[in-house]
């Protein structure tokens, strides 16, 4: 399977403990980007990489949130100090060109 | 502010049958659209897309029409199946941009 991979695919945490999600891309894809969704919503943008660079942060980073691609292959997005309100699906893509790319995302609950 | 706008949370279609789903925007300078589906417990999957400078683009049973004076575009699906049934979700994009701006989805069901 050459698509985009992410792990793990359920986080149930406590409030206040730090979690840290993995992103695989497709191989050849430059672009690597970071999506949010909660229910009845679409995704939201997060967080931009082209190779291992971060361009670009939306504001709905908060400053518990931080992502990282080392090497410019996969991605780790760590949320500290998670609050309720972090509970969503995680959705990572990846891109070559203007169609992203999706996987499966990581759902978090935090209790 | 939600730049892309679905405003039809759900929609039944009998199988055969067409469906059109459609989709707002508010801001101008989005140039690249698309349509992804999603099915419960996995990502969007990317359907079709149409660059601003087209008015339909058709992939099989999937045709996508832009309508820019009017800021809006509808995914058709002809003829619909049951394994149709899933979230579409309408996305735009502006050159430059980093992102995709999502609109909230349409549930599909095709009965039958």
């Known amino acids: 399977d050459t698509g985009v991979s992410q792990n793990p695919r359920h986080k149930i945490t406590k409030r206040g403990q730090n979690v840290t999600f993995r992103c695989d891309p497709i191989?050849?894809?430059?672009?690597l980007y970071w999506y949010r969704q909660t229910l009845g919503q679409g995704p939201e943008f997060l967080t931009y990489f082209q190779n291992e660079a971060q361009l670009e942060k939306s504001r709905l980073l908060s400053d518990r949130f931080s992502a990282e691609r080392p090497k410019g292959s996969f991605s780790t997005l760590e949320i500290q100090r998670t609050e309720q309100g972090d509970s969503a699906m995680y959705l990572c893509?990846?891109?070559?060109?203007?169609?992203?790319?999706f996987g499966p995302g990581t759902r978090l609950t935090v209790l | 502010d939600q730049q892309v706008k679905q405003n039809s949370p759900s929609l039944s279609v009998q199988e055969g049958r067409i469906s059109i789903l459609n989709c707002d925007y508010t801001?101008?300078?989005?140039?690249?659209f698309l349509w992804y589906k999603k099915y419960p417990a996995e990502g969007p999957t990317f359907l079709i897309s149409i660059s601003s400078i087209k008015d339909k683009n058709e992939d099989g049973r999937f045709t996508v029409f832009l309508n820019k004076s009017a800021k809006h575009l509808s995914l058709h699906i002809v003829p619909s199946q049951p394994g149709d049934s899933a979230v579409y979700f309408c996305?735009?994009?502006?050159?430059?941009?980093?992102?995709?701006?999502f609109g909230t989805g349409t549930r599909l069901t095709v009965i039958p």
């Open positions: 801001n101008s300078m989005f140039d690249y």
């Open positions: 191989s050849e894809h430059n672009r």
């Open positions: 893509a990846s891109s070559s060109g203007l169609a992203e790319f």
């Open positions: 996305a735009a994009s502006s050159t430059g941009a980093n992102n995709l701006f």
